[in-house]
């Protein structure tokens, strides 16, 4: 069985510039969330999808920050324009119900904002 | 708000155990244990219900106890490949929070 599916794995940008990141979840998996880790620390949850639906995106800072699930498959998280504060690796996790629980984390994608 | 895991490191030798402890200030409705090695993603290792349930994962175990609001993961006759940083993550108000982890070096 496929794993969680991230891409870019790395990404270096200008600080202004806009960046995106696409996640393709474990096949089946209806709940998808997006979490950023920075360096030392735990993931920190930005945005949890069911399905199509985000369901929880209080911790996602809106003002630069977006992320789409069409047709509840795969995701994208933008930034837009991105911060030298963005710089962290972006993970995506999928799991089979809604609710909490065990998640399966992709890759990651290793954001450095110059 | 994330809790709070203790030690933040912790060196051991092959056979060794050890013990890490997460506590959260707020009420929980269940704890989750990952670990991740440098460079990769997460691993899901359990998730304890409240009940105070024990569960065991070869020879890594951990608790919950739901009065406390504080959950501990047993690492037994420590082996290399138990080597990683272990992040517990809480479970209440609908959200899942991780502490800042705690990193775990098993020698030979």
């Known amino acids: 069985e496929a794993g969680v599916v991230q891409s870019p794995r790395y990404k270096i940008i200008e600080k202004k510039q806009p960046v995106a990141f696409w996640c393709n979840p474990i096949s089946g998996h209806n709940t998808l969330y997006w979490y950023r880790q920075n360096l030392g620390q735990g993931p920190e949850l930005l945005i949890r999808?069911?399905?199509?639906?985000?369901?929880?995106d209080s911790q996602l800072p809106k003002d630069r920050f977006s992320a789409e699930r069409l047709k509840g498959v795969d995701s994208t998280l933008k930034i837009q324009p991105a911060e030298l504060g963005d710089s962290a690796v972006y993970l995506c996790a999928s799991s089979h119900a809604g609710g909490f629980v065990s998640q399966y984390f992709g890759p990651g994608t290793r954001l450095t904002v110059l | 708000q994330q809790p709070v895991q203790s030690p933040q490191a912790v060196i051991l030798r092959e056979g060794e155990d050890a013990v890490i402890n997460c506590s959260s200030s707020k009420a929980l409705y269940s704890v989750h244990w990952y670990r991740q090695k440098h460079g990769e993603a997460p691993v899901f290792l359990m998730i304890l219900l409240k009940g105070g349930e024990q569960k065991g994962h070869d020879k890594i175990s951990a608790s919950f106890n739901e009065k406390k609001q504080q959950s501990s993961l047993y690492l037994t006759a420590s082996q290399l490949s138990y080597s990683g940083t272990y992040f517990c993550?809480?479970?209440?108000?609908?959200?899942?929070?991780f502490g800042a982890g705690t990193t775990v070096t098993v020698r030979a």
């Open positions: 999808y069911e399905n199509e639906e985000a369901v929880d």
């Open positions: 993550g809480t479970e209440g108000d609908y959200k899942l929070s």
